[in-house]
């Protein structure tokens, strides 16, 4: 299903790749769809350094969703990141990174 939505969203009315078409909140929703599959490519390769860099980023992004739903009321979301870094740290340093 999600599939054939996103072949639907991703043509236009005259058959061509273009968002013209779309809401801004759909083509935002594909931009950042795009986004985030080209970094997973970047950091796509199979090694420990680039399963840390992946993990990392999950949390980031993870911990950005939260800011966003209030998680920042109380100033955390900087000791939250430090904690994210230390641990990535630690990570490269086990591996060699």
């Known amino acids: 299903m999600l599939a054939s939505t996103e072949?639907?969203?991703a043509m236009?009315?005259?058959g061509n790749r273009s968002?013209?078409?779309?809401?801004p909140g759909r083509r935002?929703?594909?931009?950042?769809?795009?986004?985030?599959?080209?970094?997973?490519?970047?950091v796509g390769?199979?090694?420990a350094n680039a399963q840390a860099?992946?993990?990392?980023?999950?949390a980031v992004e993870g911990l950005f969703l939260l800011r966003i739903v209030g998680i920042d009321e109380d100033g955390t979301w900087a000791g939250l990141l430090?904690?994210?870094?230390a641990v990535l740290d630690r990570l490269l340093d086990?591996?060699?990174?």
């Open 7 to 9: 072949a639907t969203i």
């Open 12 to 14: 236009n009315p005259k």
């Open 19 to 23: 968002d013209e078409h779309l809401s």
């Open 28 to 42: 935002n929703l594909r931009e950042t769809r795009q986004w985030h599959r080209e970094i997973f490519e970047r």
């Open 45 to 47: 390769a199979v090694s």
């Open 53 to 58: 860099g992946r993990v990392a980023f999950l």
């Open 82 to 85: 430090d904690d994210i870094e």
């Open 94 to 97: 086990l591996t060699g990174g």
